[in-house]
Each structure stands twice: as C-alpha cells, then as structure tokens.
C-alpha cells in the first residue's frame, strides 16, 4: 500500500555536485512540489532543534562553532572521512528528516512530490518513492562545481567526492537518468520530456493565480512566468531596470535554476515582475520592480500578495524581501502589508538567518514577515 495515497513521488538523487537542485527547481516550475531532505538534515541539528544534543552527545562539543551552533564544515571533515561516524550521524538525523518529509508530504496539496536527497537510496525514503530520478555529471564537471560554487579547496571537494558511492550504482537504480553536463536549456529539455513520459500531467496541481482586480489604470493582475516566457521576462527587466549589460535570454533561462518570476499586468501589458525562489520553507525575493509611472502603494500589494499567496501553498514559515531604496523608502506600505526591517541575524532561526544572509546585498533593505506560526522540525 502506497504511504501517501493519491501522490505521485520522485525520488531525486545523485552525487554532490550534479546538480541536483537544479533538476529539482525545474520539477517545480512543472508542477511538483520540491522537497530538498538535505536542507531539512540543516535544520535538525540547528542548536535547539531535535538533533542538535544527540550529536554534541555523539561528537563532543568540537563541532560547536564561536556561535555555540554545529558547524557543518567541522562535523563534515569529521565523518567524511570515518565510515562509521557518518553512520553514526545517519542514525540521528535519518529519522528525523523522514518524520519532516512526511508530515509536508501529507499537507501538501499538490499531487506530484520530488524529494530530493544525496542519500535517497541509501534510506527508507527509497521505498516510499514511485520512480527515482538520477541527475549525472562526470567527475571533472563535480570537482569544478565544488570549487567554484561552493568554495572548497581541490583537496576538500575531492575528499567529498571519494566519500560518497560510486555513480553507476545509483544510475542502474534509476528509472530517469538525466545528464546534466552541458546548457541549462540541454538540461531543461531532459527534464521537460521526462516529465511528459513518466508523470501523468492529469494529476498536476497548477499554480493558481488570483482574479485580476480594476484598478485606477485598468484591470490588474499577475502571471507566473516560465521558462517558456523567457523573452518576456527579458523585455521587462531590461526595459525596467536597464542593466549594463542588458539581460540575455540565456542568464533568464539559467536563473530558472534557482528561481521564479511574477509579472504584473495592467490591461494586459506587463508593468512590474518579481523574482523569487522557495527554499527550504523560506520564500525569498530578491527582485521586484515597478514601471516608475505606477504608485506603488497601489501597485505594489498586488506583487507582494500573490508572492505570499503561492509561498503560503508551498508551506513557506517566513517571506524575504529584499527591496531597493527606492521601493524601501515606502515605509506605511511594508508595514500595512506585515513587514518588519531585519537584519539576518535579528532572526530567531538559523534556516531563516542563513536565507537572510544569502540574499542580503549592499544599498538593499531586508524586509521580514512571518507566515505560519506552526514549523517543521520544531525546537524542543
């Protein structure tokens, strides 16, 4: 008997640095909703959650960074290079992820679910999943990732890279083998004919949009752009923020790797858009602009209000927004909409600092608002 009747669930998997986000994101941009078990792995050893003392209890207090949290880097040099200390680490944090990932699981009201996890195979949450996905990438292009994405040195990313299991045990698992090797359009083909074989389109939730509003200017409303509106994303950040250099439908397609837009109509002609992205219960919004003829106080709501009304259907705790000075400025509009200034580590939760931090740019305000009282993972 399936553990979640009337899902449809991936299982998406591969070794670090294939890419496996990206994979993810485009799932969701189709329709599935992303669940990334390794992010929810950070939140269980956060100081105060559930794993955070069995671990210092584990491996002495030596993983404690100046900040009395558990320092990953620390901890991870310390398993990755003794088997049994990784298991021992497993042990801890496994069950905790798969209680997480049931409970979003079972309140999510989409249909298809892609979980996604470097140890998918590895642990029960294999068994529970209707087809596994595997995203490949030869060890060159990994160690490159490693070093450039991430920061580590030639030698720390190869030490990840010899500690985890050979790839061709998990591509003889898979049901769907994608390569992610080469363009962000060669990967996103992959993932789009793979979707159309293997999920049953019948059954995917879209993402609803609110009914369009009259405004003073004319009917108002908002669409979520794809990687099929590329161009009209272009047009409109290019024509609202004119960057030097212009924007390319090229960078557009890539920034789909990580995140989604929003465009703004009025009678139909785009006049605003914003950027986002849902990670890891947090929704974050790193661009957002409006046509300068429009006043923001009656245009600007409307944005803000369908990113939270999508965030909220994805379970997001907390909505980011980082906001030009200009936008800023409009101190009576943030708050009337719930906002609050922050600084990241004004935040009473490591998931959600580390997200402030992420996104946090020079001449930008930090916006904070809290969307649902109930977390994943809780303290105890």
Request: proline share 5%; charged share 25%.
């Amino acid at each position: 008997m399936k553990k979640w009747a009337g899902k449809y669930v991936i299982g998406l998997t591969g070794n670090i640095g294939t890419g496996k986000s990206v994979v993810r994101r485009m799932l969701e941009h189709l329709g599935a909703y992303g669940i990334d078990a390794d992010a929810l792995s950070h939140r269980a050893i956060a100081k105060g959650a559930p794993a955070y003392e069995p671990i210092l209890e584990t491996f002495g207090r030596y993983v404690l960074g100046p900040d009395d949290q558990i320092d990953r880097r620390k901890l991870g040099k310390l398993v990755f290079s003794d088997s049994e200390a990784l298991k021992q680490l497993e042990s801890i944090v496994h069950p905790l992820v798969n209680q997480a990932v049931d409970l979003i699981v079972r309140r999510a009201p989409q249909k298809i679910i892609v979980i996604e996890a470097i140890k998918l195979l590895e642990s029960s949450l294999a068994e529970v999943c209707d087809s596994i996905w595997v995203v490949y990438a030869p060890e060159e292009i990994q160690l490159g990732r490693l070093v450039q994405n991430r920061g580590m040195n030639e030698k720390e990313a190869l030490q990840r890279l010899n500690s985890q299991p050979s790839q061709d045990a998990k591509l003889k698992a898979a049901n769907v083998i994608i390569k992610n090797v080469s363009s962000y359009e060669d990967t996103w083909r992959q993932v789009s004919q793979a979707w159309q074989r293997h999920v049953k389109l019948a059954d995917t939730l879209p993402l609803t949009i609110s009914q369009p509003v009259r405004l003073n200017l004319g009917e108002v409303s908002v669409k979520r752009a794809g990687p099929r509106q590329t161009a009209e994303i272009v047009e409109v950040v290019n024509r609202l923020t004119q960057p030097t250099p212009p924007l390319t439908e090229a960078e557009v397609m890539a920034a789909f790797g990580e995140k989604a837009f929003l465009l703004l109509q009025v009678d139909e002609k785009t006049v605003g858009y914003l950027g986002w992205q849902v990670e890891n219960l947090v929704a974050r919004t790193t661009q957002i602009a409006l046509d300068p003829t429009l006043p923001p106080a009656q245009y600007l709501p409307v944005l803000i209000r369908e990113m939270e009304r999508a965030s909220t259907d994805l379970q997001c705790e907390i909505s980011l927004v980082s906001a030009s000075a200009g936008l800023a400025r409009h101190d009576a509009l943030w708050k009337s909409l719930g906002y609050e200034v922050r600084r990241p580590q004004e935040l009473s939760v490591l998931a959600w600092q580390e997200a402030a931090e992420e996104i946090s740019c020079a001449g930008c305000v930090l916006f904070f608002k809290q969307l649902r009282q109930d977390r994943v993972l809780r303290p105890i």
